[in-house]
Each structure stands twice: as C-alpha cells, then as structure tokens.
C-alpha cells in the first residue's frame, strides 16, 4: 500500500516565483522525511530533510514544513531557477527497533520552470 | 569524495538470461540499500545490508532475486531467469549507520526483451 503519497504528478512556475510541493503519509510511525530531486537518467539526490520533532528546516532555497496532526509536509522553494525543473521525490522512514531506516517514496511531482 | 557507483548503467537482455549489477557505496559508508523504480513511481525498497549482514528483504525480491555483499564493502544484485517484469531501473544507496539520509548512484536500467 502506498504509505507516501504525492497527490500533484506535475507543477509549473514561473523562474523567480515560488513552488510549492505537497506530501502526505498515512503511517504515524514515519519519523523523518526527505526530500530528493531526480534529474533524468540520474538516480535521486538528496535535498534536505526534517525530524518530526521540528515543523520547519531551511536550507537556502529550500525550506521544509512538517504537519504532524495532518500527516502533511511541503517544500517550498523560492526563487524558483530553471535549474530546479526535474523530478522531485518525497520519502519517510521511521526506525523499526533494529535501526533499519528504509525509505518509503512518494510517486514524485514533475516541476517545471519557465523562463 | 566519491559518490555511490554503479555498473553498468544500462542492460538489455533476452527474458530467461541471468543478469548481476553491481554497487560500490560511499566508502565510510557501512548501510547498504536496494532500491526499485519503475515508470511513474518512487523508487520502492528490495533489501538492506548492514556491513556484510543482509538484515531485511522486501517481499518484493522473489527468489530469483538475491544480493551479496561479501566484505561488507561493494555489493552486487543478481536476477535468475529474468522475466519483461523485471524491467526498471535498479537503485542503489548508503548512509553511514547513525545517518537518516541516503545517497543514490545513478541506477542501473534493466530492460528485459
């Protein structure tokens, strides 16, 4: 069953404006969230991520919030730059008690960023 | 700093044939995942290793799946009796073992004809 779900296949954006990618989960046991962008013919490189005891992580660009109460996270990032146009993948482990920290992926959202 | 490295890139083989991809993770690195991605989805876990030690399989590796890392340093992904199923592209990742983040290599795309 999918346990992380990315209910927006794709975004568009203007260079400059803000995107904002949505992210929901289902399993209340998920305790960190990542974030990772794929370029075509690249495997997902990671982005920045966040524990769920805080609500929001920064790191230039780009900024994570966290909603526990509605299993919700999102990432903004402003300015969006033509660059940014891939793939972007949400992912949640939580530790199973033998430290095993797999990943469980979101389908992705295709942003594109026009010029 | 090298990244996680993965060979070859591209496969293409006739259903029936055994195929073996290989992955060599980031060098103080000593977790090991397996990941699966397919046409329209995230990637979706096959196995972990910790050191040598392959401590969970996904019930989506059927036994004709199985993965080795001998001394705990690169590993490898062999497929038995390969069926047009088995085509996507296979990931591989390592974090260190007190790390929550994963780094990938570049996969390796199976196609299956």
């Known amino acids: 069953d999918q346990q992380v779900k990315q209910n927006s296949p794709s975004l568009s954006v203007q260079e400059g404006r803000i995107s904002i990618l949505n992210c929901d989960y289902t399993?209340?046991?998920?305790?960190?969230f990542l974030w990772y962008k794929k370029y075509p013919a690249e495997g997902p490189t990671f982005l920045i991520s966040?524990?769920?005891?805080?609500d929001k992580n920064e790191d230039g660009r780009f900024t994570v919030f966290l909603n526990k109460s509605a299993k919700h996270l999102s990432l903004h990032i402003v300015p969006s730059q033509p660059g940014d146009s891939a793939v972007y993948f949400c992912?949640?482990?939580?530790?199973?008690?033998?430290?095993?920290?797999?990943?469980?992926f979101g389908a992705g959202t295709t942003v594109t960023v026009r010029a | 700093d090298t990244g996680v490295s993965q060979d070859p890139r591209h496969k293409i083989t006739k259903r029936g044939q055994n195929v073996t991809f290989r992955c060599d993770p980031i060098?103080?690195?000593?977790?090991l995942y397996w990941y699966r991605q397919t046409l329209g989805q995230g990637p979706e876990f096959l196995t972990y290793?910790?050191?040598?030690?392959?401590?969970?399989k996904s019930r989506l590796l059927s036994d004709r799946f199985s993965a080795e890392r001998p001394k705990g340093s690169f590993s490898t992904l062999e497929i038995q009796r390969t069926e047009q199923g088995d085509s996507a592209m296979y990931l591989c990742?390592?974090?260190?073992?007190?790390?929550?983040?994963?780094?990938f290599g570049p996969g390796t795309r199976l196609t299956v004809t």
């Open positions: 990742a390592s974090s260190l073992t007190t790390g929550r983040e994963q780094y």
């Open positions: 399993n209340s046991m998920f305790d960190y």
């Open positions: 966040i524990s769920s005891i805080k």
């Open positions: 992912a949640a482990s939580y530790n199973k008690g033998s430290d095993d920290y797999k990943l469980s």
């Open positions: 060098s103080e690195h000593n977790r």
């Open positions: 290793f910790q050191n040598e030690a392959q401590l969970e």
